[in-house]
């Protein structure tokens, strides 16, 4: 396994987990002070940096230096999202939450790292993944308890 694809890959799902934690900043900043959902999202965001530093951990035990922001792509992405995604109505921002953990935090993910990583970085990235999942599953569950009580 080659270490520069590798810590390539890496360094692109630390680059995944900052485009998260801002989407994340953007949602806690449309949710309402009062929303149940406040914390949970506080929460996620939590998690996201947590992966982020553990990511870059593995970059630098790699002895390569680790991405320290989205990238230009991202912060591309994450403007043109906001210029389109600027509801603030907690079902469309569980939507919006929901298309992100799964197409961007999961899907892209697991097609990022296929036969790129090392099996203790491919862990390290399992991990998070399951972690991602149960955000998914959470997200869902509060918006089908929306859609359903109305």
């Known amino acids: 396994m080659d270490k520069k694809q ?3 890959t890496l360094n692109k799902l630390v680059e995944g987990q900052y485009m998260g934690i801002h989407a994340y900043e953007n949602f806690i900043e449309n949710l309402d002070s009062s929303s149940s ?4 999202f506080i929460e996620i ?3 996201l940096e947590q992966h982020a530093e553990l990511l870059s951990k593995r970059v630098q035990v790699l002895d390569e230096t680790p991405k320290s922001s989205e990238g230009i792509i991202g912060k591309i992405e994450l403007f043109i999202s906001q210029l389109f995604d600027s509801s603030t109505s907690e079902q469309d921002i569980l939507k919006h ?3 992100g953990q799964n197409l961007y935090g999961i899907k892209m993910t697991e097609e990022l790292v ?3 990583l ?3 970085s ?3 990235v399992h991990e998070i993944l399951q972690k991602q999942r149960e955000h998914v599953d959470y997200l869902k569950y509060e918006l089908h308890s929306r859609t359903s009580s109305q």
């Open 6 to 8: 590798i810590v390539d």
């Open 37 to 40: 959902l406040l914390s949970h």
């Open 45 to 47: 965001r939590k998690d």
């Open 97 to 99: 939450a929901i298309k």
């Open 114 to 116: 296929s036969n790129k």
């Open 118 to 120: 090392d099996e203790e």
């Open 122 to 124: 491919l862990c390290l």
